[in-house]
């Protein structure tokens, strides 16, 4: 299973800026004693009992690998609480089949090799998948065909740009699925949850990136019934300069208490959830945000 998030180091940085957010001012910031009361808060403010909300995460590194990633703090702190208001849940991840040759091959290499994402990743996304899925959720990946391969493939390594096109295509066309066996379910919750990267799930992203969201196309499917939830470890921002230049940090450190999850209201279709920091962990080493 590949885990399409981190593609490269400047990517990264740039999907921690992306969505260009209100002012400090404008922004609102509550506390809360867990993560799934804080996403719990934010989704009763919607009302909505169908349409879209997408969870976007900064990633976890092998920089990082000492502090709990946003993806398992999900699985175990937050879905719990929305099992009974999801009836799907899309993953930003896909299934290597060996099916497509060298370029498959080459890919999937050179993406593993760029991410540095740690070896428990994948176990983490496995865990989630399974977890929806014994909470009656229904879990989807991605679909990735061979002329996707052949699409991201440059040379003897890979075009990020369109390998994050080809990822927000993919993603847009999971969660069309999704919505569509959503509405025709007669009874149940009809919400389709997303759980990708920060950077595909931006309602405003700065326009050198728009290609890489699906969230107007999914505003737009949604019939305005979408909302963006970005989940923060802290830890993982105090290493990024882009993180913290963006106003809403400044909003959250001025909330933050120990303990503590912090919610930030951006808008009324856009939050940041900031977990507790975890003060028995040994801190990340700073990593460049450059390429």
């Known amino acids: ?26 922004s609102r910031a509550e506390r809360f004693a867990t993560p799934g009361a804080a996403v719990a808060a934010a989704l009763d403010q919607t009302r909505f009992t169908g349409g879209v909300v997408a969870f976007g995460e900064l990633h976890q590194t092998l920089a990082t690998a000492g502090v709990p990633s946003a993806l398992k703090r999900f699985t ?87 390998t994050l096109r080809v990822t927000a295509a993919a993603l847009e066309a999971a969660i069309g699925r999704a919505l569509r066996a959503a509405a025709a379910k007669r009874a149940g919750p009809h919400l389709v949850a997303v759980y990708g990267g ?17 969230a107007p196309a999914a505003l737009k499917a949604t019939l305005g019934h979408y909302v963006e ?4 470890v802290p830890e993982y921002a105090e290493t990024s300069a882009a993180v913290k230049a963006q106003p809403w940090w400044r909003v959250y450190r001025a ?29 990340p080493r700073r990593q460049s945000t450059g390429p």
């Open 1 to 26: 299973m590949l885990a399409a998030g981190t593609l490269v180091a400047a990517v990264v940085a740039a999907a921690a800026a992306a969505v260009p957010s209100p002012a400090a001012e404008s």
């Open 255 to 283: 909330a933050r208490r120990a303990g503590a999850t912090v919610l930030i209201r951006r808008d009324p279709r856009s939050f940041v959830v900031v977990f507790p920091a975890s003060p028995s962990q040994k801190q």
């Open 76 to 162: 175990e702190q937050i879905l719990p609480g929305l099992t009974g208001r999801l009836s799907q849940l899309v993953v930003e991840t896909w299934m290597t089949t060996g099916r497509c040759g060298e370029a498959e091959k080459v890919v999937t290499a050179d993406v593993q090799k760029t991410t540095e994402r740690p070896a428990q990743t994948e176990t983490e996304i496995e865990t989630l998948l399974r977890v929806a899925h014994d909470s009656g959720v229904q879990p989807g990946i991605l679909t990735i065909g061979c002329k996707d391969y052949e699409a991201m493939r440059q040379g003897a390594g890979v075009d990020y740009d369109r």
């Open 198 to 214: 920060a950077l595909h799930n931006d309602l405003h992203p700065d326009p050198e990136l728009a290609a890489y969201s699906f």
């Open 229 to 232: 939830i970005d989940l923060v």
